[in-house]
């Protein structure tokens, strides 16, 4: 019953899963560059950033960027798998923290592989002149491709594979339940790769960092999830995006 899991996610375990994804938007707030400074960094250009949030090519410039990253898969990517992880602790045996735990650890180290590669990627964009330093395309023909890249795959057999499995996570789970939580974890975190890496690189076009695009992405990655109105999102977002693609398209000419 709905009042029983309700009741249950009032455990510790929960809890403490609830103030992470808590406290990894509150950081990205703190983090998060004000309105008025984005419109005086539009005003007087690229060195107006050169105290604030200068991108460069060393170790701690990739660590910052990284950390970043980290946060936002952080923040984004565990609301959206919530059901799968209360479907794992009804499905479990023992019920233990222990294995939910496990279960977690496995799916946020596939998420800290994409963040490092995320911000590799931003690091080269940056060097390119792609991307500004908000991390922001700079590039009207890298937000066309980005976007026409992301409308595209949302039509894609790869991804309605994935989001089968994320839909139907009783299913999943039941397939590969002797694997053990860690390697479920981690089965779990490609299959949600697979559904939304290619939203999450629409980030250089909304703007790391922009807490509205985050917000936002997040709420459409959540519903893409749900079994009952999943259905009605995947698509006419493709459509959307490659709208949005065609008059960014069109702005070029």
Request: proline share 4%; aromatic share 12%.
């Amino acid at each position: 019953m709905l009042s029983d899991r309700i009741r249950a996610m009032g455990a510790p375990h929960w809890l403490a899963l609830f103030g992470l994804i808590l406290g990894a938007w509150v950081l990205l707030y703190l983090m998060a560059v004000p309105g008025d400074l984005r419109s005086a960094g539009a005003i007087y250009g690229t060195e107006f950033w050169v105290t604030f949030c200068t991108l460069t090519p060393d170790a701690a410039g990739f660590a910052r960027i990284g950390a970043m990253w980290v946060l936002m898969s952080a923040a984004m990517m565990a609301p959206t798998v919530l059901p799968a992880l209360a479907t794992y602790e009804d499905l479990s045996r023992t019920g233990t923290p222990t294995s939910m735990a496990r279960l977690l650890g496995g799916y946020l180290t596939i998420w800290l592989g994409f963040s490092a590669l995320a911000a590799g990627a931003q690091m080269m964009l940056f060097r390119a002149g792609l991307l500004d330093p908000l991390g922001q395309s700079a590039s009207g023909w890298l937000t066309v491709g980005l976007l026409v890249l992301a409308g595209l795959y949302q039509f894609s057999s790869t991804k309605d594979a994935c989001l089968s499995k994320c839909r139907q996570p009783l299913m999943f789970f039941m397939s590969h339940w002797d694997e053990g939580p860690w390697r479920n974890g981690l089965r779990l975190g490609l299959v949600c790769l697979g559904c939304c890496w290619a939203l999450m690189t629409l980030a250089f076009v909304g703007g790391v960092m922009n807490l509205a695009f985050m917000g936002l992405a997040t709420l459409v990655m959540v519903f893409e999830k749900l079994p009952e109105i999943g259905r009605y999102v995947t698509r006419p977002l493709g459509v959307v995006l490659l709208a949005f693609a065609g008059w960014n398209l069109a702005n070029l000419f």
